[in-house]
């Protein structure tokens, strides 16, 4: 019984899409990391004077390191604010994409064409105009009593 609730589960349309869509959104992550580290933050690391962001960081002990990596080989504690630089504009750049591709695919929906035969779900108030459920007895914008 379980086991033929959680296969009805598995097997609706709306899992499955779900399922392929983090898979895409998971590839697409990777592609916006590799775009925001090895194309765009190199360049904008040379205009502010070769900063590598991938490098930026606080040592939390009273020694200095020349790189983050020499940092990590001596177990050293750090704030790697650099990286969380490279994330942020990671989340940004894929927070646009998303937001771009919603907007494109709800320009594509049509809107929901009523049957043709359907009974129609409003009413105008004859007091104030409004649209109201067809099956009102009292307008709820003006309060009038309706016949």
Sequence with gaps: MIIKEFKEFAMRGNVIDMAVGIIIGAAFGKI??????DLL???LGKLMG???FSNLFISLSAEQYPTLEAAKVAGVA???YGI???TV???IIVAFA????VRQVNRFKKAPVPAPNAEPAEKECPFCASKIPI????CPHCTSQLG
Excluded at 32 to 37: E, F, G
Excluded at 135 to 138: E, G, S, V, Y
């Design 135 to 138: 099956k009102a007895t009292r």
């Design 50 to 52: 070769n900063v590598d």
């Design 32 to 37: 916006v990391t590799s775009l925001v580290s």
């Design 78 to 80: 750090t704030i790697n």
């Design 84 to 86: 969380f630089i490279n």
């Design 98 to 101: 998303i937001f771009m591709l």
């Design 41 to 43: 933050t190199p360049p």
């Design 89 to 91: 504009i990671d989340f």
